[in-house]
Nanobody, 116 residues
């Protein structure tokens, strides 16, 4: 499975961005997909996850009500709509696909910078 993120950039506080993660390869093996982020000097943290079939979504408390995760199975693409962005949302955002074997595939990451 290969994952390619896009959509990061620089935005002012209060603004919005939409990240995309395009999956290719053995996508049938994917059970769950999610977004993680890592800020400088901090550990990588979970942002949101979504299941392949049921569309069950989970969010970190810090992004609930502001971020929305979704996926388009026909396009093998996952999205993260980020609204009301805050400077503390600044991080490299990574796409992750977990296989039914519990193996995790990672994208290369995309930088999101929120200026105050």
């Amino acid at each position: 499975v290969q994952l390619v993120e896009s959509g990061g950039g620089l935005v002012q506080a209060g603004g919005s961005l939409r990240l995309s993660c395009a999956a290719s390869g053995s996508t049938f093996s994917i059970r769950t997909m999610g977004w993680y982020r890592q800020a400088p000097g901090k550990q990588r943290e979970l942002v949101a996850t979504i299941t392949t079939g049921g569309g069950i979504r989970n969010y970190a408390d810090s992004v609930k009500g502001r971020f929305t995760i979704s996926r388009d199975n026909a396009k093998n693409t996952m999205y993260l709509q980020m609204n009301s962005l805050k400077p503390e949302d600044t991080a490299v955002y990574y796409c992750c696909a977990r296989a039914y074997t519990n193996y995790d595939y990672w994208g290369q990451g995309t930088q999101v910078t929120v200026s105050s």
